[in-house]
């Protein structure tokens, strides 16, 4: 199957379009109230690790993805059934992210709109792009997501002349507990967002040159770590912490306080546009995944022609996986923690590694010229 490229600028950009996506969404770290913003710079800590991970198996096997990996190390029998557990993953996330944003939404600004039309009309103009491409889709992050980031440290700014900040709810600095922040480091900020990098092990075969791969992929989680922690410092100074904890959106409800000279006011609905245009690049790098993974399973000569059954499949299990949305949630947060990115996102990749480096081992002591690999 014959794969489209894309350079190192434009996969640091989807990188950290994936990252930030619907992260800026919620109250990350919410139980360590003023200290919130340090659990993403713990996060990130291990975000480095995993990435150190997923980029060396990469290297054992460069120009190979996930699933092909899988299929290299493990064979058919226990291979096929691993490739299949990774594929129904990315998909049923690709499926949980666009409930997301449809939910923030229909919440928000189309309030009384059907959500599968909202969500189908989200999950249609995904794949319609795709099937231009991965090229085409790493275009779009090289010239949207720049003034993605532009727009919003401009809203960050408005945020703090309109004087609304009050730093005092910040403090005191570790005054909720080193448990409590240890327990919304690891797993839950490690996983999310920085965990679910492991589906760019489908995409990093695309990349022109991988030489820096490393080193594009170490810069992309220490970007979107840091970008991350100064939002969540914005909208605990400004809510406070216990506020910011309560909230389903807190970053809309941390904008809608500002008004500058009774003027500057309401742009909350360009917040909603960013944060949408966050999602979209997120939930198409997973029906991505998805596709090829799929396509390379079944041994099929385009994942193009996968892409519009999986959209088939993403818009009605996003509506129906869940009864409410505070289920929806409570399910993401303990259920699919558990069961699936504890396992799929540190475990298996991990494994993966250690059988790669033995397999490699053995083979260079009947090939030398392996050894550098190492």
Same mark, same amino acid.
């Given at each position: 199957?014959?794969?489209?490229? =894309? $350079?190192?600028?434009?996969?640091? @950009?989807?990188?950290?379009?994936?990252?930030? %996506?619907?992260?800026? /969404? #919620?109250? &990350?770290?919410?139980?360590?109230?003023?200290?919130?913003?340090?659990?993403?710079?713990?996060?990130?800590?291990?975000?480095?690790?995993?990435?150190?991970?997923?980029?060396?198996?990469?290297?054992?096997?460069?120009?190979?993805?996930?699933?092909?990996?899988?299929?290299?190390?493990?064979?058919?029998?226990?291979?096929?059934?691993?490739?299949?557990?990774?594929?129904?993953?990315?998909?049923?996330?690709?499926?949980? =992210? $666009?409930?997301?944003?449809?939910? @923030?939404?229909?919440?928000?600004?189309?309030? %009384?709109?059907?959500? /599968? #039309?909202? &969500?189908?009309?989200?999950?249609?103009?995904?794949?319609?792009?795709?099937?231009?491409?991965?090229?085409?889709?790493?275009?779009?992050?090289?010239?949207?997501?720049?003034?993605?980031?532009?727009?919003?440290?401009?809203?960050?700014?408005?945020?703090?002349?309109?004087?609304?900040?009050?730093?005092?709810?910040?403090?005191?600095?570790?005054?909720?507990?080193?448990?409590?922040?240890?327990?919304?480091?690891?797993?839950?900020?490690?996983?999310?967002?920085?965990?679910?990098?492991?589906?760019?092990?489908?995409?990093?075969?695309?990349?022109?040159?991988?030489?820096?791969?490393?080193?594009?992929?170490?810069?992309?989680?220490?970007?979107?770590?840091?970008?991350?922690?100064?939002?969540?410092?914005?909208?605990?100074?400004?809510?406070?912490?216990?506020?910011?904890?309560?909230?389903?959106?807190?970053?809309?409800?941390?904008?809608?306080?500002?008004?500058?000279?009774?003027?500057?006011?309401?742009?909350?609905?360009?917040?909603?546009?960013?944060?949408?245009?966050?999602?979209?690049?997120?939930?198409?790098?997973?029906?991505?995944?998805?596709?090829?993974?799929?396509?390379?399973?079944?041994?099929?000569?385009?994942?193009?022609?996968?892409?519009?059954?999986?959209?088939?499949?993403?818009?009605?299990?996003?509506?129906?996986?869940?009864?409410?949305?505070?289920?929806?949630?409570?399910?993401?947060?303990?259920?699919?923690?558990?069961?699936?990115?504890?396992?799929?996102?540190?475990?298996?990749?991990?494994?993966?590694?250690?059988?790669?480096?033995?397999?490699?081992?053995?083979?260079?002591?009947?090939?030398?010229?392996?050894?550098?690999?190492?």
């Amino acid at each position: 199957m014959k794969l489209e490229k =894309i $350079s190192i600028k434009q996969l640091f @950009l989807l990188m950290l379009a994936f990252e930030i %996506g619907s992260a800026i /969404i #919620f109250s &990350l770290g919410a139980e360590a109230k003023q200290d919130a913003w340090l659990t993403v710079l713990i996060g990130m800590v291990f975000g480095f690790i995993l990435i150190s991970v997923f980029t060396k198996l990469s290297e054992y096997y460069p120009g190979h993805s996930l699933i092909q990996i899988i299929q290299q190390l493990m064979g058919k029998f226990f291979g096929y059934p691993l490739c299949i557990t990774y594929i129904i993953y990315f998909t049923s996330q690709a499926a949980r =992210i $666009s409930r997301d944003f449809s939910e @923030l939404m229909l919440s928000t600004i189309l309030v %009384g709109t059907p959500s /599968i #039309f909202i &969500l189908a009309s989200f999950v249609v103009v995904i794949i319609y792009t795709l099937r231009g491409g991965i090229e085409v889709f790493g275009r779009m992050a090289e010239l949207v997501f720049p003034v993605v980031l532009i727009i919003s440290m401009s809203t960050w700014l408005i945020v703090y002349i309109s004087g609304v900040v009050d730093m005092k709810h910040l403090t005191p600095f570790l005054g909720s507990g080193i448990k409590n922040i240890w327990k919304e480091s690891f797993p839950y900020q490690t996983s999310l967002p920085f965990g679910e990098l492991v589906i760019f092990t489908m995409i990093w075969p695309a990349l022109k040159d991988n030489v820096k791969l490393k080193k594009v992929a170490m810069a992309a989680v220490l970007t979107a770590g840091v970008l991350l922690s100064l939002n969540i410092l914005g909208m605990v100074s400004v809510l406070g912490p216990q506020l910011y904890g309560m909230l389903n959106y807190p970053l809309l409800s941390a904008i809608r306080m500002v008004s500058v000279a009774d003027f500057l006011e309401r742009v909350d609905a360009v917040v909603i546009m960013l944060m949408v245009a966050g999602g979209f690049f997120k939930v198409g790098i997973y029906i991505y995944g998805a596709s090829v993974g799929t396509a390379q399973l079944l041994n099929l000569k385009s994942h193009h022609f996968v892409l519009i059954p999986l959209g088939a499949i993403i818009v009605p299990l996003g509506q129906i996986m869940v009864k409410t949305y505070a289920e929806h949630l409570a399910i993401g947060l303990k259920f699919d923690m558990t069961y699936l990115h504890l396992p799929l996102q540190f475990v298996i990749p991990s494994l993966l590694l250690i059988m790669a480096y033995l397999h490699n081992r053995v083979l260079s002591h009947s090939d030398p010229t392996l050894r550098q690999r190492q």
